[in-house]
């Protein structure tokens, strides 16, 4: 059981540049989202997604796409990358009956120049 | 809109000090608030979550409080320990649904 996990880990961008960012669970979790957390601050809400096809946006969705074909992956694509999109990603995922408990990927470093 | 204060920001203490962390949110109409742990270069765990109707929560060595009518909540750490060195983040719940607003944190350094 390898919980959460992200790649890459550390990703340099150029200004423009597109990527995507991979996020998977094996718990069989229907709940996933997408965190980024800037410096001084708390994790913001990017987007989540309550099931396979169902994506909805957070509090801070704009520059960033989402999908959910299957329950264990949850990819964020960025289509033109910013340097204020520079932060550390985080996905989490957790039963929809027990949202509290949410797992928390170890994180993706992007640096956008 | 929910704002989440923590204060302070660092915070840098001897092994053995009993210590309280600072958490204020500006909308005490919340569901719930939950305290995290980060270590550097890792996700968030869980400590500690109080609902809206209790008054506090307790697990080993930590305590949280939560005074919802001055929209406040403390995490209160007993016996710091070196290993207690990380970043704690309090966040609010408005619903039972999955929004959470975070806290800045308080990266705290237990020296030995």
């Known amino acids: 059981n390898a919980g959460v996990t992200q790649t890459p880990k550390f990703q340099v961008l150029k200004t423009g540049q597109s990527m995507t960012l991979q996020c998977a669970q094996d718990?069989?979790?229907?709940?996933m989202s997408w965190y980024r957390q800037d410096p001084g601050m708390g994790l913001r809400l990017i987007h989540y997604s309550v099931g396979a096809g169902i994506t909805d946006q957070g509090e801070v969705p704009n520059g960033y796409n989402v999908s959910r074909s299957t329950t264990e992956d949850f990819p964020l694509r960025l289509l033109s990358a910013a340097p204020s999109q520079t932060s550390v990603y985080f996905c989490?995922?957790?039963?929809?009956?027990?949202?509290?408990?949410?797992?928390f990927g170890p994180g993706t470093r992007l640096l956008v120049l | 809109k929910q704002e989440v204060t923590q204060i302070p920001a660092a915070l840098s203490v001897p092994e053995g000090e009993n210590l309280v962390l600072n958490c204020s949110f500006t909308d005490s109409a919340i569901y719930n608030l939950q305290w995290f742990r980060q270590d550097p270069g890792k996700g968030l765990t869980s400590l500690l979550l109080?609902?809206?109707?209790?008054r506090e929560q307790t697990s080993g060595r930590l305590n949280a409080s939560l005074d919802k009518s001055s929209g406040r909540s403390t995490l209160y750490i007993a016996a710091s320990q070196p290993g207690d060195s990380a970043t704690y983040l309090c966040?609010?719940?408005?619903?039972?649904?999955?929004?959470?607003?975070f806290g800045g944190g308080t990266r705290l350094m237990v020296k030995p």
């Open positions: 109080i609902q809206s109707s209790q």
């Open positions: 966040a609010v719940r408005r619903n039972a649904g999955n929004m959470l607003t």
């Open positions: 718990m069989n979790h229907e709940y």
């Open positions: 989490a995922s957790s039963t929809l009956s027990s949202l509290e408990t949410q797992y």
